[in-house]
């Protein structure tokens, strides 16, 4: 299996918990229970890149929070913060380098959450407040009783590849010399192999068949499910849809294993390791993306 971002967190979730309210009120009051300190809705981390944890006890009482699940056999909560949505992710890329995956993974949760959160303010069938339910892993609505759950959206992201080597674009708003995986999100009513291939064609002019899966890992901002899939392309040609992409190219094994390492003279800078994009470069570089044939 390949290890991708976002994933480890080792937490028991224990969703038979979540309705209830005689054990989650135990698990409030537990002595060892630790709430995830944020800022808004950023990770805080130590020294060593792990996250920062209160005493449940110390916090405010009556807030929403998040009962995020069990590790170390200590209840892990997260405050759920009125915080500003959609805002762009690029300010903690640096401190999510520092991060190991396990602990992204735990705060990636909660930052779904907590966007999620404060987009559900109010119910989209009638409009009344909706108060949080399921130990925070749902909101209902105080007018119609509708039950609204958090949401995940699947984006599929992938390589094209042809003789030897793999498609990848760059965004306008990409840092220097940045290329990545092309990505998009996966439409109602498409499969993911339909959508792999709508994407590459929209943005690249790129006909593929014979999609495979890769990997998948959570992209918390706010919520997706990245998919990581690669295709074969029939032919080299591109054609740039310039709205999406400023630039497009073909690039070898040995040009990816050098962007990879980050070597100054590689054709591309690589995305951060945290980043799924940088994961299915990495095994396609090692050989470990399932071959031609094998979907
Ligand atoms: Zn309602």
Request: aromatic residues 8%; negative net charge.
């Amino acid at each position: 299996m390949i290890r991708t971002g976002f994933t480890g967190a080792g937490l028991d979730r224990a969703d038979h918990l979540r309705l209830d309210e005689a054990a989650l009120a135990a698990l409030a009051v537990h002595e060892e229970a630790l709430l995830l300190r944020l800022e808004g809705h950023d990770p805080l981390v130590d020294e060593a890149g792990a996250l920062v944890w209160d005493a449940l006890a110390a916090a405010e009482a009556g807030a929403e929070r998040i009962f995020l699940g069990l590790l170390d056999e200590r209840p892990r909560f997260a405050p759920v913060p009125r915080v500003e949505i959609g805002r762009p992710a690029w300010n903690i890329f640096p401190t999510l380098s520092l991060m190991r995956s396990e602990e992204a993974a735990i705060w990636g949760a909660a930052r779904s959450l907590i966007e999620w959160h404060n987009r559900h303010l109010f119910c989209g069938r009638c409009g009344s407040a909706a108060r949080l339910f399921r130990a925070g892993w749902g909101r209902r609505c105080t007018g119609c009783g509708l039950d609204h759950f958090p949401r995940v959206d699947p984006v599929v992201i992938m390589l094209a590849e042809h003789r030897g080597r793999v498609l990848v674009g760059r965004q306008p708003q990409y840092p220097p010399r940045r290329y990545s995986a092309l990505a998009g999100f996966v439409e109602p009513g498409e499969s993911i192999e339909e959508a792999v291939a709508r994407e590459l064609k929209e943005e690249a002019g790129v006909d593929v068949t014979d999609v495979r899966y890769v990997a998948s890992q959570p992209w918390p901002f706010p919520g997706q499910l990245m998919i990581a899939c690669i295709g074969t392309a029939a032919s080299g040609e591109i054609e740039l849809d310039t709205n999406e992409l400023e630039d497009a190219i073909w690039v070898d094994r040995e040009g990816v294993g050098a962007a990879l390492a980050g070597e100054a003279e590689a054709p591309f800078a690589a995305p951060p390791r945290f980043a799924i994009a940088h994961s299915l470069l990495r095994a396609w570089a090692d050989g470990l993306a399932p071959p031609r044939g094998a979907a």
